[in-house]
């Protein structure tokens, strides 16, 4: 059975960093396609970011480009969401998310599997 796990989030001030982790058990991460989504309060989830099985291709929101950074390790079953920047209205509960799709999309409804969620909250 396909679990993950997320962790990292945390309080930051404007401008700080936080790295985000997905560990994965129970699946071959090799074969998997991750989405990093997050939903603020009495918002959409929406997509973040995502990286491919397939060729490891990468997909950022127009709002975190330039700031965030996906990247995988397929040995150690995780992906990372390297956060850099922050501001404010990047607060909200980040999830990832699993799908045996070679194609990397931020379309949540195309994905399988889903973490529980890690808080992130962007405040001075």
């Known amino acids: 059975q396909v679990q993950l796990a997320e962790s990292g989030g945390g309080l930051v001030q404007p401008g700080g960093s936080l790295r985000l982790s997905c560990a994965a058990s129970?699946?071959?991460?090799?074969?998997?396609?991750i989405g990093w989504f997050r939903q603020a309060p009495g918002k959409e989830r929406e997509g973040v970011s995502c990286?491919?099985?397939?060729?490891?291709?990468?997909y950022y929101a127009d709002s975190v480009k330039g700031r965030f950074t996906i990247s995988r390790d397929n040995a150690d079953s995780t992906v990372y969401l390297q956060m850099n920047s922050l501001k404010p209205e990047d607060t909200a509960v980040y999830f990832c998310?699993?799908?045996?799709?070679?194609?990397?999309?931020?379309?949540?409804?195309?994905?399988?599997?889903w973490g529980q969620g890690t808080q992130v909250t962007v405040s001075s």
């Open positions: 998310a699993a799908d045996r799709r070679r194609v990397c999309t931020g379309i949540k409804n195309e994905y399988y599997y």
């Open positions: 129970g699946v071959i991460l090799d074969y998997y396609t």
């Open positions: 990286i491919s099985s397939r060729d490891g291709s990468t």
